[in-house]
T-cell receptor, first 113, second 112 residues
């Protein structure tokens, strides 16, 4: 079945440094829909950004990601980390033939002064 | 604004007892989901539904039942609660299976 892999369980950064959270996926379907959700402490997950277009950069709230079907990847990036970026980040996958959203294990991002 | 409301927000249950978690959405969404959140496992799909009176098994359905009596309501039932079911449970809804999912605030279930 469909699956999502986030290789880092925890990423720690000093404020101002660039952020990159890895996400790869597996699906037999050729048209995947990829999402990043963010969950701040004691809150619910909410959508950060999404994409279904190959090789097109999508941006929101300073974060960006590009879906690369050739490598089955959808890494999340930001040029400069802020303290307020500290949260749990989930990569998620859906397909037009699937009817559900499958999440990765999540990556905790901690940003320090 | 879209809203998914879960009740209760917190519950302590006894091993072997029955637990029902309720979810109500005012989004007019067809799709509803129950996810379980555990440290190290992320969000895992238990059951979902895309139409009233019908439910589908997710990735970890064992030990759980679901009920969708109307478009707005979706319940998760633990007939015989076990210690391993201690977790945070999120209900969510979406227009379709490929659109943004809106989450409730979660229910913290502790089985003792």
């Amino acid at each position: 079945g469909d699956s999502v892999t986030q290789t880092e369980g925890l990423v720690t950064l000093t404020e101002g440094l660039p952020v990159m959270l890895n996400c790869t996926y597996q699906t037999i379907y050729s048209n995947p829909f990829l999402f990043w959700y963010v969950q701040h402490l004691n809150e619910s997950p909410r959508l950060l950004l999404k994409s279904f277009t190959d090789n097109k950069r999508t941006e929101h709230q300073g974060f960006h990601a590009t879906l690369h079907k050739s490598s089955s990847s959808f890494h999340l990036q930001k040029s400069s980390a802020q303290l307020s970026d500290s949260a749990l980040y989930y990569c998620a996958l859906s397909t037009s033939s699937g009817q559900k959203l499958v999440f990765g294990q999540g990556t905790i991002l901690k940003v320090y002064l | 604004e879209a809203a998914v409301t879960q009740s209760p927000r917190s519950k302590v249950a006894v091993t072997g007892g029955k637990v029902t978690l309720s979810c109500h959405q005012t989004n007019n969404h067809d799709y509803m989901y129950w996810y379980r959140q555990d440290t190290g496992h992320g969000l895992r799909l238990i059951h979902y539904s895309y139409v009233a009176d019908s439910t589908e098994k997710g990735d970890i359905p064992d030990g759980y039942k679901a009920s969708r009596p109307s478009q707005e309501n979706f319940s998760l039932i633990l007939e015989l609660a076990s210690l391993s079911q201690t977790a945070v449970y999120f209900c969510a809804s979406s227009v379709t299976g490929i659109t943004e999912v809106f989450f409730g605030k979660g229910t913290r279930l502790t089985v003792v």
